[in-house]
């Protein structure tokens, strides 16, 4: 399984940008596929992902960030908006190995598979 995360940049407070995840190789594609970003000094954390048609979000993202899946391209998308420069960190999309209870989609050791990461800057 691969993933490659890509659309980080620098963005302004209040700005908005779109990362997206492309999968290749997974078996099972009920398994989630979620997003955690990492600031420096400070643990990874669960942002969203996208589970079996349905979207979970860190209360601290809802409301600003949306999750979607392009089935044709195998693609899941990360939209942010109202970014504030509290949101400033490295994205990662990850998937689990296959389906698992709910309760594991936003830990990040129930995610098996691990993309590069992507910067996300939001400062003026």
């Known amino acids: 399984v691969q993933l490659q995360a890509s659309g980080g940049g620098l963005v302004q407070p209040g700005g908005s940008l779109r990362l997206s995840c492309a999968a290749s190789g997974r078996t099972d594609t009920s398994a989630a596929i979620g997003w955690f970003r990492q600031a420096p000094g400070k643990e990874r954390e669960f942002v969203g992902a996208?589970?079996?048609?349905?979207?979970y979000y860190a209360d601290s993202v809802k409301g600003r960030f949306t999750i979607s899946r392009d089935s044709a391209k195998n693609t899941v998308s990360l939209q942010m908006n109202s970014l504030e420069p509290e949101d400033t960190a490295v994205y990662y999309c990850a998937s689990q190995r296959r389906r698992t209870v709910l309760s594991a989609t936003s830990l990040a050791t129930a995610y098996v598979y691990w993309g590069q990461g992507t910067q996300v800057t939001v400062s003026s």
């Open positions: 996208y589970r079996e048609r349905r979207t």
